[in-house]
């Protein structure tokens, strides 16, 4: 059974920094693309950056671009997020997801974490 | 960037109705349009993929169709467990972008 797992949300200043870890587990990790998609409160879905099989590309949001780091860690079967000068709108449940196909890097995304949130206030 | 227009953007209907949701993608993307439904506090869920495959353990009420540009996903008999937010979202570009979201009520 396909598992992630997500760790490091929590309640961050405004220019703050903060790192978010997805655990993986159930599936060949290191032969997916993985992605962050994120819901702010009372907002729809939103993706904020994906990540090949290999780690050797990334993509990301203009929203987020430039302050965000998605990365990972095959040998840990670990995703991660570094988010940087941190936003009020940057308030929000993110979920790690995991591509359907093998063969595909963007999408669609077959498994979902359960949803870490992170709050930007002062 | 490819734009998703999802439409309507809340629908309210009755057990047992049939209801359609559809997206327009701003460019083609070809068949690279899925569809989830989300509960508040749970993880999405992936119904549709290529615009109409069902995944397995979706109920065959959830069908997906796709013409040109526009993207259908169709309820037929709405069951209790149904009521929802629905999105669809393409995966043509590396610039994933999801619809605005259906939020499907009970009547």
């Known amino acids: 059974e396909v598992q992630l797992l997500e760790s490091g949300g929590g309640l961050v200043q405004p220019g703050g920094s903060l790192k978010f870890s997805c655990a993986a587990s159930?599936?060949?990790?290191?032969?997916?693309?993985m992605s962050w998609v994120r819901q702010a409160p009372g907002k729809g879905l939103e993706w904020v950056s994906t990540?090949?099989?290999?780690?050797?590309?990334?993509f990301y949001a203009d929203s987020v671009k430039g302050r965000f780091t998605i990365s990972r860690d095959n040998s840990k079967n670990t995703l991660y997020l570094e988010m940087s000068n941190l936003r009020s709108e940057d308030t929000a449940a993110y979920f790690c997801?995991?591509?359907?196909?093998?063969?595909?890097?963007?999408?669609?995304?077959?498994?979902w974490g359960q949803g870490s949130l992170v709050t930007v206030s002062s | 960037d490819i734009q998703m227009t999802q439409s309507p953007s809340s629908l309210s209907a009755s057990v047992g109705d049939r209801i359609t949701i559809t997206c327009r993608a701003s460019?083609?993307?070809?068949?690279?349009l899925s569809w989830y439904q989300h509960i508040p506090g749970t993880a999405p869920r992936l119904l549709i993929s290529?615009?109409?495959t069902l995944q397995s353990g979706v109920p065959s009420r959830f069908s997906g169709s796709a013409s040109g540009t526009e993207f259908t996903l169709t309820i037929s008999g709405l069951q209790p467990e149904d009521f929802a937010t629905y999105y669809c979202?393409?995966?043509?570009?590396?610039?994933?972008?999801f619809g605005q979201g259906t939020r499907l009520e009970i009547k």
């Open positions: 290529d615009a109409s």
């Open positions: 460019h083609p993307i070809g068949s690279y």
């Open positions: 979202l393409q995966s043509y570009t590396s610039t994933i972008t």
């Open positions: 159930g599936f060949a990790f290191s032969s997916y693309a």
């Open positions: 990540i090949n099989s290999g780690g050797g590309s990334t």
């Open positions: 997801a995991k591509v359907l196909y093998s063969k595909y890097t963007y999408g669609p995304f077959d498994s």
